[in-house]
């Protein structure tokens, strides 16, 4: 079985346990999350459910709008009942990496405006301790004047290797949906403490997020090879 089928079980999982009638629904970023979505405007049309959907980026909006979805803002929906979002890595703590794709800002503060985060992931995110599976490094996202002292600063404080993340298609880095560059911070040493890792990375001026997810999630859903799910709750 692919990848992407693994993919397309834990997200469909995931909406069909956690949907329902009347619910705000924060809608996650990257490539797993296209298949909760689809899910979700599925059970929308068969099962005449209201949800309003409130978009984690860019592409999590377009995805709403594709499939004519109640398209929501923070503004008016403070309040999320549940949010499903990919990760690039789960630990064993249920701490998770986010931001592969770029959208970690976002991300995070839907999960914090969320009564439930739940992640869904193809089984090579799950992993014991972060940097186990996932090789890229923790994503930092940066006002771009400050990103040489920010790189040196987090070095000096944990070590490490830092990238500014170049982009694919234009010269020059990757600018989030906020205006934004990205470090990945490579670390080496495994055994930080990644809630105070979080608090202190955060705490440098012009850092505008990290992609740690810390006692954010609540439930993990794991595709596996064979089309199984695996589950793992906080
Ligand atoms: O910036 C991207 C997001 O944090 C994604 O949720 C994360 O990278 C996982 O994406 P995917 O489902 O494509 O592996």
């Not at 469909?12 to 705000?24: G, L, N, P, T």
């Not at 929906?77 to 630990?91: F, L, W």
């Not at 800002?105 to 839907?110: C, D, P, S, V, Y």
């Not at 400050?146 to 982009?167: C, D, F, W």
Request: a neutral charge.
């Amino acid at each position: 079985m692919s990848l992407e089928k693994a993919k397309q079980v834990a997200a469909f999982r995931a909406v069909d346990e956690f949907v329902k009638s009347d619910c705000v629904f924060g809608v996650g970023s990257g490539s797993t999350v296209v298949y909760a979505v689809q899910r979700l405007a599925e059970r929308v049309e068969l099962e005449h459910l209201k949800v309003v959907c409130i978009p984690t980026s860019f592409q999590a909006k377009q995805l709403i709008l594709k499939h004519n979805l109640k398209l929501g803002e923070l503004d008016t929906n403070p309040i999320i009942d549940v949010t499903i979002d990919g990760a690039d890595e789960v630990d064993s703590n249920m701490t998770l990496i986010k931001g592969g794709g770029g959208c970690l800002l976002q991300e995070k503060i839907i999960a914090s405006c969320s009564k439930a985060l739940i992640v869904i992931a193809d089984y090579t995110k799950d992993s014991v301790k972060l940097g186990d599976r996932y090789k890229k490094g923790i994503p930092i996202e940066v006002i771009p004047m400050a990103y040489v002292p920010i790189k040196n600063k987090v070095l000096a404080m944990y070590g490490g290797e830092i990238k500014l993340r170049s982009a694919i298609a234009k010269a020059g880095p990757v600018v989030t949906d906020n205006g934004n560059f990205i470090l990945d911070w490579m670390f080496t040493n495994q055994d930080l403490d990644w809630e105070q890792v979080n608090t202190s990375v955060k705490m440098i001026p012009g850092v505008v997020e990290i992609g740690l997810f810390v006692k954010m999630c609540s439930k993990a859903y794991f595709g596996q090879p064979e089309g199984t799910v695996v589950e793992r709750s906080a």
